[in-house]
């Protein structure tokens, strides 16, 4: 082990901890207070930490006023095939990148680091019309389709590192043994990956749930509209209706943090390979 | 670090060198491998010719990696090359909303717009600001917590379940959140701050021009500092225990520790993180879009939100030119990065 901590280094160490948990949970904490207190409370002096009374009336507008069950759905359907088609994608392209040596290899890691620095908005435009040629705009496959491309680069990166983690000659084994070079990845390199491809399925899903400005230019009616564009609803006006918008806030959140919650040990494994290859 | 070393914990798949080793060694050999399978009659799936073995295994080699990587090029090149190419041009043509009628080309005129603009040394001079003073608290903070974490302690798991969660928001919502926190009459930091006693009246954080990008910087440094935490955490676990013992045994101090082995064994991680975290930092409009929308006063405003702003006047010819402005600073910057980190990393490896 390393050496053993003095006493006051634990007590400075374990302040600290205690400190940042408490600035990381804060927000959260205080939007969920905000969203639990009756419209009328939320400005009212002086600010309750605890409201005296409870109220799920933010809760219920949202899915009577507005249709947030849409939204929901929309979003939940959205993320979820965009995350998984693109960790498929990116897991043969990071195989290739990973196991083989080819001239224009260093070229397409660019490529892919390059996507990383294209602002959104100098595409929106262009993508636009594209999208309107594809009869794809205000579509939910059109979104899809748009966010698979988005995941692809960052995830193909994270996956390269996790496969240049496992030895060759495991899969040049089963290869002996008989099985085609697809039957040796998808039978003994996947099962060996899982906590990559969890991590990768995850980092996908929740970028495409919280998207926003492809899904704002390409989702029109009210229908398609995905959590982030009703969010943003919210704030196209003047005011911002802050008892809607903190119960909106809670229910976007929710999703992704469960799956975080749950997860996190895979995200740590699967980064971990990730991260020492960059 | 000894051979025997690597062989104790071979499930360990973040050992860099063990595993990386491994396979090189066996890819240097792989050729011979393949071949010595099809000559000794073990059963290969295709009859192989001799003396002509390369080649054709290179042909099948080429056209596996064609067919693996095609899914992924057609997709990046249609919805994300595409529309980039397809939308530089338009940085050099008048192209305006208000009058789609004329859409000539007009050389740099555009260029020359962006950089005219009086906001414009405001906007770069926050662009600055935003980016250091994201990456170097992000950094520091995720560091020491990655240290910490990466001994057990109880309840660590619920803890690191707890503080990663930032990563799984939006930019766009977490500027809504602190938004609210921030709110000069309702805010929950005027409360606690006057609570404290540390101010006397409240702040109005989002509409001073002195405190609004403070209170940016806040949020950023709340939601960035799980990503280096969770990367450099990842790395500290490559690091073989012995380079711990035998510092410890020669008498090392914490401080040594850390700068001369810690920071040099995980520097390749550090620096890509870095690099990787400062275009994403760069590129990153959403929170001050939700937080502040580059006010007041534009005191927020950095590139990318400038370019929004720009897009939604309708001047795509404009905002096109400084979306090209921006893809050739990022490019430069990380190429002078790799440089300028390439040697410490052919060092290292």
């Known amino acids: 082990m390393i050496g053993k901590e003095s006493t006051a280094g634990r007590a400075a160490k374990f302040t600290f901890l205690g400190l940042w948990l ?157 099985l085609s070079r697809f039957g040796a990845l998808f039978r003994v390199l996947l099962p060996v990956m899982r906590p990559g491809i969890v991590a990768a399925f995850i980092f996908n899903f929740v970028n495409c749930w919280n998207e926003l400005f492809l899904s704002v230019t390409l989702m029109n009616s009210d229908s398609n509209k995905t959590v982030p564009t009703a969010l943003n609803g919210f704030i196209s006006s003047f005011n911002i209706d802050w008892g809607s918008m903190s119960a909106a806030a809670v229910l976007t959140i929710l999703p992704t943090m469960l799956l975080f919650a749950f997860a996190s040990r895979h995200i740590v494994q699967g980064l971990t390979a990730g991260a020492v290859k960059g | 670090m000894s051979t025997a070393s690597e062989a104790t914990d071979p499930t360990n798949p973040t050992d860099p060198t063990g595993p990386k080793k491994a396979a090189k060694d066996t890819k240097a050999t792989t050729a011979t491998k393949t071949g010595a399978a099809g000559n000794g009659g073990a059963p290969p799936v295709r009859k192989v010719q001799q003396g002509r073995r390369k080649p054709e295994f290179t042909a099948r080699r080429g056209f596996l990696i064609a067919v693996f990587m095609a899914p992924a090029a057609i997709f990046v090149a249609v919805f994300t090359y595409y529309p980039m190419i397809a939308g530089s041009q338009m940085a050099f043509r008048h192209w305006n909303l208000s009058d789609l009628t004329d859409t000539s080309w007009v050389g740099l005129q555009n260029f020359h717009d962006v950089f005219a603009d009086p906001a414009w040394g405001t906007v770069l001079g926050n662009t600055g600001i935003w980016v250091i003073g994201s990456i170097v608290p992000q950094l520091v903070i995720g560091f020491a917590l990655a240290l910490w974490l990466r001994r057990r302690f109880p309840f660590r798991g619920l803890y690191q379940a707890l503080v990663f969660f930032p990563w799984a928001i939006s930019g766009f919502l977490i500027g809504i959140l602190f938004r609210w926190m921030f709110n000069s009459e309702f805010g929950v930091v005027n409360d606690l701050l006057q609570k404290a006693g540390l101010i006397n009246e409240p702040v109005a954080w989002l509409a001073d021009p002195d405190t609004a990008m403070f209170a940016v910087l806040v949020a950023n440094v709340w939601y960035g500092v799980t990503f280096f935490t969770i990367m450099i955490l990842a790395a500290l676990q490559s690091i073989p225990e012995e380079l711990y013992e ?104």
């Open chain 1, 22 to 178: 408490v600035f990381t949970v804060f927000p959260l904490y205080w939007i969920t207070i905000t969203s639990l207190k009756a419209p009328g409370d939320i400005f009212a002096f002086p600010i309750a930490y605890w409201p005296e009374n409870f109220s799920l009336e933010n809760y219920s507008g949202l899915f009577g006023k507005a249709d947030f069950g849409v939204y929901l759905t929309n979003s939940l359907i959205i993320a979820t095939v965009a995350g998984a088609v693109a960790t498929v994608i990116s897991m043969l392209s990071a195989y290739v990148l990973a196991r083989f040596e080819f001239r224009t290899k260093s070229a397409l890691l660019m490529a892919a680091l390059v996507t990383q620095m294209i602002p959104t908005f100098i595409a929106l435009g262009p993508l636009y019309l594209l999208m309107t040629d594809l009869k794809m705009v205000d579509n939910r496959l059109g979104l899809i389709l748009v966010y698979i491309a988005v995941c692809i680069p960052f995830c193909t990166v994270m996956l390269r590192g996790f496969f240049e983690n496992i030895p060759d000659a495991l899969e040049e084994a089963a290869m002996i043994d008989g």
């Open chain 2, 246 to 349: 035998a510092s410890a045994l020669d008498g090392a101090g914490k401080v040594r520790t850390l700068f001369q082995i810690t920071i040099p064994y995980i520097r390749v991680t550090l620096a890509l993180t870095v690099l990787l975290r400062i275009i994403w930092i760069f590129n990153f409009p959403d929170l001050i879009f939700g937080m502040t929308g580059g006010g007041p006063n534009n005191e927020t405003h950095i590139v990318t939100t400038w370019m929004i702003k720009i897009t939604q006047q309708g001047d795509y010819g404009r905002a096109s030119a400084l979306g090209l402005v921006i893809v050739a600073g990022l490019l430069l910057f990380a190429v002078f990065f790799l440089l300028a980190t390439r040697e410490k990393r052919e060092v290292r490896s």
